[in-house]
């Protein structure tokens, strides 16, 4: 019972892309020592490891707040990673000699997916991250705000970072509504 | 059985007090907030772990693998900026509670 149990853990939390090793051995633990303690107490084995388990919780709530809880800094990780991204690609982009616009869009809309395939959640803030630096700098540059169509050079991330997420989520055998906001 | 909702807002203080006095793992833990406070908290137990390792990662708390009782376990302890934060969230909750009183049973 209590394996099966955490076969379902594991399987929640592998949706989640968390490995989750040392939360399923800490919880084997718990759930033992529990079960136990009821056995002691003159419990019969399978009446003590279902009480144990309706102690724990249910498993996708665990797995839930444990994948909240990791994301926090995959976040900020992934959003950083954005940022030092985008920035490195307007700078190169802002040189005088640079006048490949292909290559640019093709860098934004990769490292956009590349962040997005290993953090999936909020594809939109990555591709926010890594595209806005050049619209930003061309209006600054130009004083102009029609160079706000810019901009439209957000579509390349933004594919990038969906794609990703989209990938990601086959890749991980995800079945529910990706977490684009 | 206080409510579960309740019992988040407070969770961080009731796990570093828990672990104020000596280490402990998971199942201890849990243990001990529940005959510490007579049955009343009885929270489900899978939520320790997130918060567990959420204040390890705040270096709150530190733990380590360790054999208790013949079984290794992950036993968790207090760190000494751990200490800071249980006082300060000590003493923020004294006073929040103190004014809670003072406004609820005050004479009609």
């Known amino acids: ?181 | 059985m206080a409510r579960a909702d309740t019992l988040k807002g407070h969770l961080d203080l009731l796990l570093l007090s828990t672990l104020s006095d000596r280490p402990a793992h998971g199942y201890a833990i849990a243990e001990r907030l529940r005959d510490t406070s007579a049955g009343e908290f009885d929270l489900p137990e899978g939520t320790l772990y997130p918060a567990l390792h959420r204040l390890e990662r705040s270096g709150w708390l530190a733990s380590r693998w360790a054999e208790v009782n013949g079984r290794r376990r992950r036993v968790y302890q207090l760190t000494a900026k751990g200490q800071k934060a249980r006082a300060k969230q000590h003493a923020e909750w004294s006073d929040f509670a103190r004014a809670v009183r003072a406004v609820v049973e005050r004479p009609a």
């Open chain 1, 1 to 181: 019972m209590i394996d099966a149990y955490l076969e379902k853990l594991s399987a929640e939390l592998r949706r989640r892309g968390i490995a989750g090793n040392r939360e399923i051995e800490e919880i084997r633990d718990h759930l033992t020592d529990s079960a136990d303690a009821m056995v002691a107490q003159g419990v019969t084995r399978p009446d003590a490891e279902r009480q144990a388990i309706e102690r724990m919780g249910d498993a996708a709530e665990i797995a839930r707040q444990i994948a909240a809880s990791q994301f926090r800094l995959g976040n900020a990780l992934a959003l950083a990673s954005a940022v030092a991204l985008g920035l490195a690609i307007a700078y190169v982009d802002s040189r005088p000699h640079w006048d490949d616009a292909g290559i640019t869009a093709f860098a934004l809309l990769g490292a956009a997916l590349v962040i997005a395939l290993c953090v999936p959640r909020r594809p939109w803030l990555w591709a926010l991250g890594v595209g806005v630096w050049i619209p930003l700098h061309t209006i600054v540059r130009t004083g102009r705000p029609g160079a706000a169509i810019m901009f439209v050079l957000l579509l390349f991330p933004l594919a990038g970072a969906y794609f990703g997420a989209y990938m990601r989520r086959a890749i991980s055998g995800r079945t529910e509504t990706i977490f684009f906001f």
